[in-house]
């Protein structure tokens, strides 16, 4: 059986990015689980795209989030940062089910 995840790689990438800025392709290709060749292509795309800008320091590279850019997507009416927001939240989170708000479950 073939197993699926809720969010894409470049979603999953992103978000190991905003973690950690200074974060080597080959963590981050690990962190994924994809190869280092498909973390420097998706990097390239989400730097391409105007998601992410990279920095070279030394023989390093810091990544930053452009957090204000809008979502590519014609349903998510969200920034960057309001998706990373809502990704990385933890606690006293409310979730809006059916039209009803819960609280977010521990």
Known sequence: MNSWGFLTTHARVLLAIAQDPDIR????????????RRAHTIVAD????GYITKHRTGRRNRYEV??????????IQL???DV????TRTSD???KVDG???DHPQ
């Not at 392709?25 to 994924?32: E, G, K, P, Q, T």
């Not at 989400?46 to 795209?49: A, C, F, I, V, Y």
């Not at 990373?84 to 990704?87: C, E, H, I, N, R």
């Open 93 to 95: 989170a409310t979730v």
């Open 25 to 36: 392709l080959r963590d981050m290709a690990a962190a994924v689980g994809v190869t280092e």
């Open 46 to 49: 989400l730097t391409e795209s």
């Open 79 to 81: 920034t960057i940062g």
């Open 84 to 87: 990373l927001d809502l990704l």
């Open 66 to 75: 452009q957090s204000h850019r809008q979502v590519n997507d014609d349903v």
């Open 100 to 102: 009803e708000v819960k």
